[in-house]
Every structure is written in structure tokens, then in C-alpha cells.
């Protein structure tokens, strides 16, 4: 739980908040933490700790649990088994390979300039020891029908080159029926090939950020131009990598309404050049939240951007606004809050129709996508007005005539099924994809509704 930077004072104000652990990587201060709760012993000894004395004072433990090495492997022994009767589930295991970076993208809590902030140390980021990795795949390899699941490897971009060979091996002894690998550069011949041969379904992220590189460089990314990029693509499809998944961000510095627009014309050639090949271009508009500790959220005039929470007390009351656009916590010189929900929407939206222009997704399933967002792009509106009228009494009245309306939509993103961008198909979920992975979607509710 990364919340170092914002001011802790905060947990004065709530009285339902007993403790907060601070850092990037705070599995052993938890695991300390649960032994004295389940054990007794002094909470004062606990690295990185917030807490609440007897008498209600916050105590501070001192930011010390800032470790070499990232973590341990994890036990995927006893990870629940995939239903036989499943049909368009979700099945993913997810592990992370480090924390920090060792790249500097402005927008990243993550980034290398966030994590010395933190830590205030000179190393930028810190990886899982290799003994911990070949032990997370040991255990892999028992759990049943694991030749059913994906396998999303975080931070990939992170590893030495040996490492990664060292990982794509292990990835290669395994049975997953796929891997997802996260790219910054791109990827060398050598390794290419050696993923490709490791697993048949090998799916690479990058994130090229926008087409126009002076726009990304601004960010910390344009490493490559567009030319290099598509050059690589070919050769890593006829290498035999499955799938490349590219993100484009809107939210960048620079990046105005006409930038977002011309990234999705880019994105329109590559569905062209590489038609009927599985190359997806994707776009996020970054909302609702810039990530406090990120360096455009620390100097943000700098970087033209403007922030309008700052501490955990403005974020949860921002958190709070029913308008999506009165969530968000930051615009930009040349994006406006209106405009990174109105023009992110569009784009997307426009993308999503020109994949089903170009072949690459069926018309029916892009069809009912559009539909939701224009339903969205006219409801944020009347939302809006309603939650900036000023006088609260009027504006609590204006906003309780759209309770059902809003709900009708809030039940059709909080139900048990997912669509998205990536993936336009309902899935079976859950309610979120960090907790759905390997769960019944009947147990979900059930908890759910405790
Ligand atoms: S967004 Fe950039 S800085 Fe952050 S983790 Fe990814 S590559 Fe590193």
C-alpha cells in the first residue's frame, strides 16, 4: 500500500481506520503485523506502520522496510481449481517480478524518480530474487489443469536480460495455456524467439503511449519510433508471438484533442497493415486519478498539469462526487476533465468502431460497446450539472430525481459480468479482475452479498 507520501494525519479524521502500511513492497511488515495480532507483541516494533494507541493517538513506527529484494515467490499450490462447467471465465494467475522501475513515465507512482521519492534511497527499483521465481513455478506445476490458465507476468520490462532468459525458461517447464509479457523497449530477436518457442499463446504489451513521439518522450516513453515498432511487430508475429497488445494514454503532456484523435487514425493504419493478424491497438484515458507520488502530480505546473486533490481527504471526498468528471484529480493544459472523459470516450468509441471496420472484431459486439458509450457520453452531462449545482439542498434533490437512472447504469457495471476494451465480450466475473481469478462466480456473490 503505497501512501508514504500523502499526509497520515488523515487518519485522525476516520475512526474505522485502525493501521495503514506504508511502501511498495510491504509483505513482511504484514505478515509481522498479523503474527502480533494473532499472537500478541508490540506494535511500536512493526516497520512502516500506522497505528492507533489505546488512547486513540496515531503512532508513527519509522519508514524503514525498505528491502533490497522484492518479496517471495508465492504458493500456487492451493489455488481454487477451475470449474469444469466455466465457459467464458477469466483464469489468470498474475505475479509481479519487482517493484520501482527502472523507466521515468511522469504519470507513474511506480516510476524510478516515485520510488526514490519513497524510499528515499538511490536504487529505483527492486526485483523478486531469482530462487523465489523458480519456487513460484514449482508450484505451479501442481496445481490442477493449470494447462487452462494464463499466466500475466507484471514489470517483464523490468528484468536483465539474463533474467528474463532465466524466466522465459521457467515459462518454457510450465504447462500454462498462455503468457502475457509487459515490454517497454522493444523486445530483442534472440528473446522474441525464445518466448515465441516457450509457449504457442505468447501475448505482448507494449505501450507506445501515442503515436506522435514528441508526445511520449514528454511522458518517459517514445523509445521507438512508429516505423521501428511496426518493422518489430512483423517480425515478432512471424517469430510466432501470438498476440501484441499496444496501450495508448490520453493525458499525456502536449496532448490535446486533435493528438488523441491522430492516435486513433495511427491506430486505424496498424489494424490495416497487420489485418487479420492479432495486433490490438488500445486506448486509456488516464481517469480518475493521476497517481499521487507520480512526478507530474508532485510538479505539476511544470508539466502543465493542474491537480485538484491532494491528500487522502480530498481524494475520498473527490470519490464521493457522483459526476465522473468532478472525480477526477487532475487535467492538463490542453485536456480539460470535461474533455478527458468526453474526448477519451470518443476515442474510444471511434476505435472501437474502425476494429469492426477493419475486420478485427465482430460488428454485433462493437455494436452493443457503442451503444453503452454513447448512453454514457449523454448521461455524464445531465449527471454533471446536477452534482455542480451549488446550493447543496438543491443539488442533493437534483441528484436523488436520477437515483434510478444512475442506478439502472451502476447495476450494469457492478453485475457479475465484464466487459471491456480488451476483451468486448461479457465474461463470467466476480466484480473485479484481481479478485476473480480461479473463483467461482456463485462464491463471489455469495460474499459479495455478506
Ligand atoms: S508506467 Fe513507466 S515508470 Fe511506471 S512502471 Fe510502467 S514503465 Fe515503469
Redesign the pocket.
Known amino acids: 500500500m503505497l501512501v508514504a507520501k500523502l499526509r497520515w494525519n488523515f487518519l485522525n479524521l476516520y475512526p474505522y481506520i485502525d493501521m495503514v502500511m506504508r511502501g511498495y513492497d510491504t509483505h513482511k511488515p504484514m505478515a509481522d503485523l498479523i503474527g502480533v495480532m494473532q499472537q500478541g507483541g508490540a506494535m511500536s516494533v512493526i516497520p512502516n506502520l500506522l497505528w492507533k494507541s489505546e488512547d486513540g493517538q496515531v503512532q508513527n513506527n519509522d519508514f524503514s522496510y525498505t528491502p533490497e529484494t522484492f518479496s517471495c515467490g508465492i504458493d500456487w499450490s492451493d489455488h481454487p481449481p477451475k470449474a469444469e462447467t466455466e465457459t467464458f471465465p477469466i483464469n489468470e494467475f498474475l505475479s509481479t517480478q519487482n517493484t520501482?522501475?527502472?523507466?521515468?513515465?511522469g504519470?507513474?507512482?511506480?516510476?524510478?524518480e516515485?520510488f526514490r521519492r519513497i524510499n528515499k534511497k538511490k536504487r529505483a527499483m527492486i526485483r523478486k530474487p531469482a530462487c523465489e521465481i523458480g519456487y513460484e513455478f514449482d508450484t505451479l506445476s501442481k496445481v490442477p489443469r493449470v494447462n487452462e490458465h494464463h499466466f500475466y507476468s507484471v514489470?517483464s520490462?523490468?528484468e536483465t536480460k539474463k533474467g528474463m532468459e532465466f524466466f522465459v525458461e521457467k515459462v518454457a517447464e510450465s504447462n500454462v495455456k498462455s503468457i502475457s509479457y509487459?515490454q517497454?523497449f522493444l523486445t530483442s530477436d534472440d528473446v522474441l524467439q525464445r518466448m515465441a518457442e516457450a509457449n504457442k499463446r505468447t501475448f505482448i504489451t507494449i505501450?507506445p503511449g501515442s503515436h506522435d513521439l514528441r508526445v511520449a518522450k514528454l511522458s518517459?516513453?517514445g523509445v521507438y519510433s512508429n516505423e521501428e515498432m511496426e518493422r518489430w511487430i512483423e517480425k515478432a508475429l512471424n517469430y510466432g508471438i501470438h498476440q501484441i497488445d499496444m496501450w495508448y494514454v490520453i493525458g499525456m503532456p502536449e496532448q490535446d484533442e486533435k493528438s488523441v484523435m491522430e492516435t486513433v487514425d495511427y491506430c486505424q493504419r496498424l489494424l490495416e497493415r497487420f489485418k487479420d493478424k492479432r495486433v490490438n491497438p488500445m486506448l486509456c484515458p488516464m481517469i480518475p486519478f493521476l497517481d499521487p507520488t507520480s512526478t507530474f502530480f508532485e510538479y505539476p505546473e511544470k508539466h502543465g498539469y493542474r491537480i485538484f486533490y491532494r491528500t487522502v481527504e480530498e481524494h475520498r471526498r473527490g470519490m464521493m462526487r457522483t459526476s465522473l468528471i468532478n472525480r477526477i484529480n487532475y487535467e492538463t493544459k490542453w485536456l480539460s476533465r470535461n474533455d478527458l472523459v468526453h474526448v477519451g470516450f470518443r476515442a474510444v468509441r471511434e476505435l472501437m468502431l474502425r476494429k469492426a471496420a477493419s475486420g478485427f472484431l465482430p460488428s454485433f459486439i462493437v455494436e452493443d460497446f457503442v451503444t453503452k458509450i454513447n448512453d454514457d457520453l449523454s448521461f455524464v452531462d445531465v449527471v454533471h450539472e446536477a452534482d455542480c449545482i451549488a446550493d447543496e439542498r438543491a443539488r442533493i434533490q437534483a441528484l436523488e430525481e436520477l437515483g434510478d437512472e444512475i442506478l439502472n447504469r451502476n447495476n450494469r457495471i457492478f453485475s457479475s459480468g465484464v466487459m471491456s476494451q480488451a476483451f468486448p465480450v461479457n465474461r463470467q466475473i466476480g466484480g473485479r479482475w484481481f479478485d476473480e481469478i480461479g473463483w467461482e462466480s456463485d462464491l463471489l456473490e455469495t460474499v459479495q452479498d455478506s
Not at 504519470?107 to 524510478?112: A, H, L, V
Open positions: 520501482g522501475c527502472a523507466y521515468n513515465c504519470w507513474c507512482g511506480g516510476s524510478r516515485a514489470g520490462y523490468n509487459e517497454f505501450s518517459g516513453r
